[in-house]
């Protein structure tokens, strides 16, 4: 691009830094301009872990997609008030309203209380969120085990206003009593073909005494034998609270009856957030959110990562393999929020390179920029992409669109680095590291030599998959090969 097109392109084209935020609202099922209730304010809440346990990649996933969430919305001015919930009681085995606790479960089986194991893994997945640049010193955490009195009270309210009954093992929200249930995803109009073609009472399942299989507990009475770890006593008698009621309870308390911004897994919609919306708008009388925003699943091999099908990674497995922990963050943000992801270790170690490589060039480019920052198109651009529903794929291709354009001035570039970071998180106005050293000779320790010597044999075999398997195994000590005319080039990997 010639000095002169550049310059008639500045000026032709109207500045964008001021560019409306676009989401995708699942409620609409469209994307929608955003705006909030209170100007310059926001107020959001993300479904957060159930802390029986540590928390897998896939886990991990939802608050780093709502970190962007609010990322976006800070960068164009808004004050961001954030919750993500601590489930520490009433998730029941299965996500349904049958079966042992998940807090039991993980305290029974490490022979610790409740609490003990809910304080462990809630600290480790707080420790993840910091390790992976999400500033949680912005974000509330509550635990549901602080708001059973308000949980309670919710469920008062909505026994006053006739929409619960009661079995033989507790309080249950009675659906047909709330004309909408279902709504969000279309799970009505779902729920109805099911019954056309099946019948309501085959999907009931193992509690024959609830009136619509969709009916949900609110209140799950203590066993008779007492085994129960965590239970409380309430109008009802003692026992817990089901899982969904936490979440009203606590956004409620804690951001008011209606939400700008509910977000989660798209798993949580047919159940866990229909059930959110129904309980609330009943107590409330008022729409529980405005915009719902769902990210989609991580799978390995077509199945979603999860913890009983066996295939869960976690990210101290990513660290202890010697990756960077933020190369995890730069691998999702290569697929939208909103489009399934497949993990595979050699696509983190294609992040792993790609994130170090954008490291180097991002320092050469703040050594050259001389702290100069320039607006241009392509800054503006790259705020527009980022707001036009978090397009974060676009955005990083942009970004290395612009700082390989040897026609940009380093300031420009610097420019368009600036206004990348503050969304993507990924330390780009301070990278880690500084372009690595070429290493030669005895810099070389001789377990890489060795690896090295093996690789080059295989690649003059022709036998590319082991040179390939050989370089992820030099890569993951801690060292970067790149190829060239004059042989292999090796550094030491940065961070």
């Known amino acids: 691009m010639s000095w002169l097109t550049r310059l008639l392109k500045k000026k032709s084209v109207p500045t964008v830094s001021n560019a409306p935020v676009f989401f995708t609202n699942t409620a609409s099922g469209k994307k929608e301009v955003f705006s909030s209730q209170r100007a310059g304010k926001v107020s959001m809440y993300s479904c957060g872990p ?10 991990l996933k939802a608050p780093l997609f709502a970190d962007l969430v609010a990322r976006v919305l800070a960068s164009a001015g808004y004050r961001v008030h954030r919750v993500i919930n601590i489930t520490d009681v009433g998730h029941l085995v299965g996500d349904g309203d049958e079966g042992e606790d998940k807090m039991d479960k993980g305290a029974r089986r490490e022979g610790k209380s409740a609490r003990e194991i809910a304080e462990r893994y809630a600290s480790l997945f707080l420790d993840d969120l910091h390790t992976l640049n999400v500033d949680i010193s912005t974000i509330t955490f509550p635990r549901a085990t602080e708001y059973i009195k308000e949980q309670i009270e919710m469920i008062k309210t909505l026994e006053a206003k006739g929409v619960t009954y009661r079995t033989s093992d507790g309080i249950y929200f009675d659906v047909s009593r709330f004309p909408d249930y279902g709504r969000l995803g ?15 009472s085959s999907r009931i399942g ?3 005494e609830k009136k619509h299989p969709a009916d949900f507990a609110l209140w799950k009475f203590s066993t008779k034998d007492g085994n129960r770890l965590q239970e409380w006593g309430s109008p009802w008698g003692a026992g817990f609270p089901g899982w969904h009621i936490e979440c009203s309870a606590m956004a409620k308390s804690l951001l008011g009856t209606t939400l700008d911004i ?9 159940v866990h957030h229909n059930n959110e919306i129904a309980q609330s708008e009943v107590v409330n009388e008022r729409p529980l959110a405005r915009f719902w925003m769902h990210e989609a699943f991580v799978t390995m091999q077509e199945e979603k990562i999860s913890k009983s099908l066996g ?8 660290i202890e393999r010697g990756y960077h922990p933020l190369s995890l963050r730069y691998f999702f943000l290569q697929a939208h929020y909103r489009s399934p992801i497949s993990f595979t270790w050699e696509a983190l170690t294609a992040s792993n ?28 651009k790259m705020v527009a992409l980022l707001r036009d529903d978090l397009a974060t794929p676009a955005a990083l291709a942009l970004l290395w669109e612009c700082i390989k354009d040897e026609d940009l001035d380093p300031a420009e570039v610097w420019g368009v680095i600036a206004a990348a970071e503050p969304v ?3 330390s ?66 940065p961070g």
């Open 428 to 493: 780009l106005l301070n990278p880690p590291v500084s372009a690595p050293r070429t290493l030669t000779g005895t810099d070389i320790p001789q377990e890489i030599q060795e690896l090295l010597t093996k690789r080059e044999l295989a690649r003059q075999a022709r036998e590319f998959a082991a040179a390939d398997e050989l370089r992820i195994h030099i890569e993951n000590r801690g060292y970067h090969v790149e190829d060239s005319a004059s042989g292999a080039i090796v550094t030491r990997r």
């Open 311 to 318: 295939n869960d990674i976690y990210l101290s497995d990513i």
């Open 424 to 426: 993507l998180g990924l």
């Open 186 to 200: 279309g799970v009505a109009d779902l729920m109805r073909k099911e019954a056309a073609l099946a019948g309501l």
């Open 262 to 270: 509910h977000t989660g897994g798209m798993d949580h919609i047919p």
């Open 206 to 208: 193992e509690n024959k």
């Open 50 to 59: 159930t802390v029986y346990s540590k928390q897998h990649i896939g886990n």
């Open 353 to 380: 390179e790609a994130l170090h490589r954008l490291w180097k060039l991002v320092s050469e480019a703040k050594l050259a920029a001389k702290g100069r920052t320039q607006s241009t198109d392509e800054s503006r």
